[in-house]
Protein backbone atom coordinates (compact mmCIF):
# COMPACT_ATOMS: atom_id res chain seq x y z
CA UNK A 1 0.00 0.00 0.00
CA UNK A 2 3.16 2.43 0.73
CA UNK A 3 6.43 2.07 0.01
CA UNK A 4 9.47 4.14 1.28
CA UNK A 5 12.72 4.37 -1.10
CA UNK A 6 15.36 6.46 0.92
CA UNK A 7 13.15 8.63 2.40
CA UNK A 8 14.61 11.89 3.49
CA UNK A 9 12.28 14.85 4.76
CA UNK A 10 14.51 18.04 6.18
CA UNK A 11 13.55 21.16 8.28
CA UNK A 12 15.84 24.19 7.68
CA UNK A 13 18.10 21.41 6.18
CA UNK A 14 18.81 19.43 9.39
CA UNK A 15 17.49 15.77 8.86
CA UNK A 16 13.92 14.70 10.48
CA UNK A 17 14.43 11.50 8.89
CA UNK A 18 17.39 9.99 7.23
CA UNK A 19 17.42 7.28 4.42
CA UNK A 20 14.10 5.44 5.44
CA UNK A 21 13.10 2.52 3.54
CA UNK A 22 10.50 -0.12 3.99
CA UNK A 23 6.58 -0.98 2.88
CA UNK A 24 3.70 -1.09 4.88
CA UNK A 25 1.67 -3.57 3.27
CA UNK A 26 -2.04 -3.76 2.49
CA UNK A 27 -3.94 -5.42 5.58
CA UNK A 28 -1.08 -4.01 7.79
CA UNK A 29 -1.78 -2.56 11.11
CA UNK A 30 1.78 -1.02 12.05
CA UNK A 31 2.37 1.08 15.33
CA UNK A 32 5.33 3.95 14.80
CA UNK A 33 7.51 4.65 17.97
CA UNK A 34 10.76 5.91 18.75
CA UNK A 35 11.46 9.44 21.38
CA UNK A 36 10.21 12.49 21.14
CA UNK A 37 11.55 14.25 18.00
CA UNK A 38 12.57 11.15 16.19
CA UNK A 39 10.28 11.73 12.85
CA UNK A 40 7.17 9.78 14.06
CA UNK A 41 4.28 13.02 12.69
CA UNK A 42 6.86 13.50 10.16
CA UNK A 43 6.46 10.21 8.77
CA UNK A 44 2.62 10.56 8.68
CA UNK A 45 2.95 13.82 7.35
CA UNK A 46 5.47 13.02 4.30
CA UNK A 47 2.69 9.98 3.87
CA UNK A 48 -0.40 12.48 3.31
CA UNK A 49 2.28 14.60 1.01
CA UNK A 50 2.12 17.68 3.65
CA UNK A 51 5.90 17.70 3.83
CA UNK A 52 8.27 18.33 0.79
CA UNK A 53 11.00 15.36 0.51
CA UNK A 54 14.52 16.36 0.89
CA UNK A 55 15.71 12.93 -0.65
CA UNK A 56 13.91 9.72 -1.92
CA UNK A 57 10.91 8.87 -3.16
CA UNK A 58 6.85 7.80 -1.57
CA UNK A 59 4.72 5.56 -3.59
CA UNK A 60 1.09 5.57 -2.03
CA UNK A 61 -1.08 3.38 -3.68
CA UNK A 62 -4.32 4.77 -3.31
CA UNK A 63 -6.38 7.62 -4.46
CA UNK A 64 -5.84 10.41 -2.05
CA UNK A 65 -9.87 10.64 -1.11
CA UNK A 66 -9.11 7.23 0.61
CA UNK A 67 -6.86 8.26 2.32
CA UNK A 68 -7.72 9.55 6.38
CA UNK A 69 -5.39 11.91 8.49
CA UNK A 70 -5.95 12.23 12.30
CA UNK A 71 -3.61 14.94 13.61
CA UNK A 72 -2.79 15.18 17.12
CA UNK A 73 -4.79 16.87 19.26
CA UNK A 74 -2.86 19.84 20.26
CA UNK A 75 -2.90 20.76 16.39
CA UNK A 76 -6.68 21.17 16.37
CA UNK A 77 -8.40 24.71 16.80
CA UNK A 78 -10.81 24.48 19.03
CA UNK A 79 -12.23 27.76 19.07
CA UNK A 80 -14.12 27.64 15.72
CA UNK A 81 -17.65 27.29 16.37
CA UNK A 82 -18.59 24.09 14.58
CA UNK A 83 -20.85 21.18 15.98
CA UNK A 84 -20.04 17.94 16.54
CA UNK A 85 -22.80 17.08 13.46
CA UNK A 86 -21.28 19.14 11.29
CA UNK A 87 -17.35 18.03 12.35
CA UNK A 88 -18.16 14.38 11.57
CA UNK A 89 -20.32 15.52 8.36
CA UNK A 90 -16.96 17.01 6.89
CA UNK A 91 -15.86 13.24 6.77
CA UNK A 92 -18.57 12.92 3.73
CA UNK A 93 -16.59 15.16 1.20
CA UNK A 94 -15.33 12.91 -1.11
CA UNK A 95 -19.09 11.52 -1.32
CA UNK A 96 -20.54 14.44 -1.22
CA UNK A 97 -18.41 16.94 -3.28
CA UNK A 98 -18.24 20.72 -2.60
CA UNK A 99 -21.47 21.53 -4.55
CA UNK A 100 -23.49 18.47 -3.66
CA UNK A 101 -26.59 18.43 -0.96
CA UNK A 102 -26.07 16.13 2.22
CA UNK A 103 -28.44 13.16 1.18
CA UNK A 104 -30.72 11.00 3.98
CA UNK A 105 -28.52 8.33 3.64
CA UNK A 106 -25.66 10.70 4.14
CA UNK A 107 -26.81 11.99 7.33
CA UNK A 108 -27.62 8.68 8.63
CA UNK A 109 -23.76 7.42 8.33
CA UNK A 110 -23.08 10.75 10.43
CA UNK A 111 -25.79 9.79 12.67
CA UNK A 112 -24.97 6.32 12.66
CA UNK A 113 -21.06 7.23 13.29
CA UNK A 114 -21.33 9.40 16.57
CA UNK A 115 -23.81 6.73 18.16
CA UNK A 116 -21.03 4.54 17.32
CA UNK A 117 -18.67 6.03 18.91
CA UNK A 118 -21.04 6.52 22.30
CA UNK A 119 -21.54 10.16 21.63
CA UNK A 120 -25.55 10.02 20.40
CA UNK A 121 -27.12 13.30 21.74
CA UNK A 122 -23.95 15.03 21.59
CA UNK A 123 -24.55 16.01 17.33
CA UNK A 124 -25.50 20.40 18.61
CA UNK A 125 -22.88 20.76 21.03
CA UNK A 126 -19.90 22.58 19.61
CA UNK A 127 -16.56 20.87 19.51
CA UNK A 128 -15.43 23.90 21.98
CA UNK A 129 -17.37 22.17 24.44
CA UNK A 130 -16.12 18.59 24.72
CA UNK A 131 -13.28 16.88 26.72
CA UNK A 132 -10.24 15.67 24.72
CA UNK A 133 -11.85 12.48 25.26
CA UNK A 134 -15.28 13.33 23.68
CA UNK A 135 -13.34 15.26 20.85
CA UNK A 136 -11.56 12.16 20.19
CA UNK A 137 -14.30 10.14 19.96
CA UNK A 138 -15.81 13.03 17.47
CA UNK A 139 -12.60 12.71 15.07
CA UNK A 140 -12.97 9.27 15.08
CA UNK A 141 -16.54 9.06 14.16
CA UNK A 142 -15.51 11.63 11.32
CA UNK A 143 -12.79 8.91 10.11
CA UNK A 144 -15.22 6.24 10.36
CA UNK A 145 -17.79 8.03 8.09
CA UNK A 146 -14.70 8.24 5.20
CA UNK A 147 -14.47 4.83 5.06
CA UNK A 148 -10.85 4.96 3.88
CA UNK A 149 -8.59 2.62 2.77
CA UNK A 150 -5.54 4.28 4.14
CA UNK A 151 -5.75 5.58 8.04
CA UNK A 152 -2.84 7.86 9.82
CA UNK A 153 -3.44 8.76 13.33
CA UNK A 154 -0.79 10.69 15.38
CA UNK A 155 -1.17 9.70 18.92
CA UNK A 156 -4.62 9.09 19.00
CA UNK A 157 -4.59 7.53 22.73
CA UNK A 158 -3.05 10.45 23.91
CA UNK A 159 -3.84 11.72 27.36
CA UNK A 160 -6.95 9.35 26.79
CA UNK A 161 -8.57 7.63 29.68
CA UNK A 162 -8.71 3.99 29.74
CA UNK A 163 -12.57 3.73 28.83
CA UNK A 164 -12.14 6.02 25.71
CA UNK A 165 -8.69 4.52 25.47
CA UNK A 166 -10.52 0.73 25.05
CA UNK A 167 -13.59 2.31 22.92
CA UNK A 168 -11.07 3.61 20.34
CA UNK A 169 -9.31 0.87 20.04
CA UNK A 170 -11.89 -1.26 19.28
CA UNK A 171 -12.82 0.79 16.08
CA UNK A 172 -8.85 0.46 15.10
CA UNK A 173 -9.39 -3.31 14.97
CA UNK A 174 -12.73 -2.96 13.33
CA UNK A 175 -10.62 -1.00 10.53
CA UNK A 176 -8.11 -3.64 10.44
CA UNK A 177 -10.36 -6.46 10.14
CA UNK A 178 -11.98 -4.48 6.88
CA UNK A 179 -8.69 -4.85 4.72
CA UNK A 180 -7.38 -0.98 6.01
CA UNK A 181 -4.26 -0.10 6.51
CA UNK A 182 -3.60 1.57 9.75
CA UNK A 183 -0.39 3.39 11.06
CA UNK A 184 -0.73 4.98 14.13
CA UNK A 185 1.65 6.97 16.22
CA UNK A 186 2.03 5.70 19.57
CA UNK A 187 4.53 6.02 22.76
CA UNK A 188 2.62 3.07 25.00
CA UNK A 189 4.91 -0.15 24.42
CA UNK A 190 2.12 -1.78 26.58
CA UNK A 191 -0.70 -0.57 24.17
CA UNK A 192 1.50 -1.67 20.77
CA UNK A 193 2.80 -5.11 22.02
CA UNK A 194 -1.11 -6.28 22.74
CA UNK A 195 -2.56 -4.71 19.67
CA UNK A 196 -0.06 -3.74 16.68
CA UNK A 197 1.42 -6.72 14.91
CA UNK A 198 4.03 -4.52 13.20
CA UNK A 199 5.96 -1.77 14.28
CA UNK A 200 8.43 0.84 13.16
CA UNK A 201 10.99 2.05 15.68
CA UNK A 202 12.84 5.36 14.70
CA UNK A 203 14.98 7.62 15.63
CA UNK A 204 15.44 9.49 12.79
CA UNK A 205 16.58 6.78 11.40
CA UNK A 206 15.58 3.55 11.03
CA UNK A 207 15.99 1.24 13.88
CA UNK A 208 14.19 -1.26 12.85
CA UNK A 209 10.76 -2.51 11.39
CA UNK A 210 8.78 -5.55 11.24
CA UNK A 211 6.90 -7.77 13.84
CA UNK A 212 6.21 -5.95 16.87
CA UNK A 213 8.12 -9.01 19.10
CA UNK A 214 11.31 -8.56 16.93
CA UNK A 215 11.27 -4.88 17.39
CA UNK A 216 10.74 -4.09 20.91
CA UNK A 217 13.67 -6.06 21.93
CA UNK A 218 16.42 -4.64 24.44
CA UNK A 219 18.87 -4.15 22.12
CA UNK A 220 16.83 -1.89 19.70
CA UNK A 221 15.18 0.18 21.92
CA UNK A 222 19.34 0.81 23.77
CA UNK A 223 20.08 1.54 20.43
CA UNK A 224 17.14 3.85 19.89
CA UNK A 225 18.32 5.65 23.32
CA UNK A 226 21.71 6.04 22.31
CA UNK A 227 20.80 7.76 18.61
CA UNK A 228 18.76 10.18 20.79
CA UNK A 229 21.14 11.06 23.21
CA UNK A 230 23.54 12.16 19.86
CA UNK A 231 20.96 14.21 18.24
CA UNK A 232 22.54 17.94 17.85
CA UNK A 233 20.19 20.18 16.59
CA UNK A 234 22.90 22.49 15.46
CA UNK A 235 25.20 20.04 13.57
CA UNK A 236 26.19 20.91 9.79
CA UNK A 237 23.62 20.98 7.86
CA UNK A 238 22.50 17.78 5.96
CA UNK A 239 23.51 17.60 1.90
CA UNK A 240 21.30 15.53 -0.08
CA UNK A 241 20.65 14.80 -3.72
CA UNK A 242 18.51 18.05 -4.09
CA UNK A 243 16.01 16.02 -6.62
CA UNK A 244 13.19 17.00 -4.17
CA UNK A 245 10.97 14.89 -5.75
CA UNK A 246 7.30 14.04 -4.78
CA UNK A 247 4.96 11.41 -3.13
CA UNK A 248 3.85 9.56 -6.16
CA UNK A 249 -0.18 7.85 -5.79
CA UNK A 250 -1.79 5.43 -8.37
Same mark, same amino acid.
Given at each position: /??????????????????????????? !?? +???????? !???? +????????? %???????????? $???????????????????????? =??? /????? $????? &???????? @???????????????????????? !????????? $??? %????????????????????????????? &??????? =?????????? #????????????????????? @? #???????????????????????????????????????
Amino acid at each position: /MVTLDNLTVSYRQHPALHHISGQFAAG !SL +TAVMGPNG !SGKS +TLLKSIMGM %LRLAGGRITVNV $ARERIAYLPQLTDIDRSFPMSVHD =CVL /MGCWS $AAGPW &RRVTSALS @KRVLDAIDGVGLSGFEKRTVGSLS !SGQLQRVLF $ARL %LVQESDLILLDEPFNAMDSRTTTALLALV &RQWHQQG =CVVIAVLHDD #TLVRKHFPQTVLLARELVAWG @K #TSDVLTEPYLQRTRTLAEAWDDHADICHTDEIFPTRHAA
